[in-house]
């Protein structure tokens, strides 16, 4: 989905009362590419209309909020679910804010409603403005929440996780917060300035490294394989070689 008509390009994806009862089949929001979204990148309202049912399902997503214009991305994914135990995985997704936005709610990610959501080997960036990569009204039980990228180019100590309080880098990686298995590093995109649209494919392995969800999402956005021992957080899985986890970020001097 490229959106270039900003000024009225509200929502990438809407679904506004979707729900299931179905206790086998789910919602699967698969291999998206939303680019430029006006407000909501994809608006989840209501899925399910019982507890018991399958689980929402939203796995290697693309998604980039637009940086100009009328409304520049207030949710990169915002879900609302009805009763607690309604279940939703979210699995190596990329988010990027890239917005004005003055308000600490906008988010990659917007969970209420529901503690049993997972949310795993996902991108959260956030470039510009007071956004925060993951804002969770309704906290998930457990360690569910876990082995993402909450990156936040604002500022040293700018928040990366919102979960009854927000957190920053000297304080998010906890079970109760953005998980302990969690970092907070400068994704390597190739060109996350490309006009017409980015290409957030990583340029290296210094990303960090997921858990291994192959049963679930067994390759990345373009069908590659994902690595069963150090998968790469976000849609992209890396392919360049070795995957270190050491690299040059600058030089003091000369």
Known sequence: FNMTGW?????????????????????????????????????????????????????NNIISSNNSGSYTGYYGIYFYSFNAACNADFYHNTILMNGTQTATTSTCLYNTGSNVVNIKNNIFAVYSGASTPLYLVTSPIANTVNYNNYYNATGATANLVYRGTFYNNTSFKTATAGGDSSFNTAPSFTSRTATPYANLSLANGCDGFGTNLTADVPVDYIGVTRNTVTPNPGAYEFTGGSANNLAVQSLITP
């Open 7 to 59: 000024n009225y390009g509200y929502y990438g994806m809407y679904f506004y009362y979707n729900q299931s009862a179905n206790l086998t089949v789910s919602h699967e929001i698969i291999n998206n590419r939303i680019n430029n979204f006006g407000y909501y990148g994809i608006y989840l309202y209501y899925p399910q209309n019982v507890a018991t049912a399958a689980k929402v399902k939203v796995y």
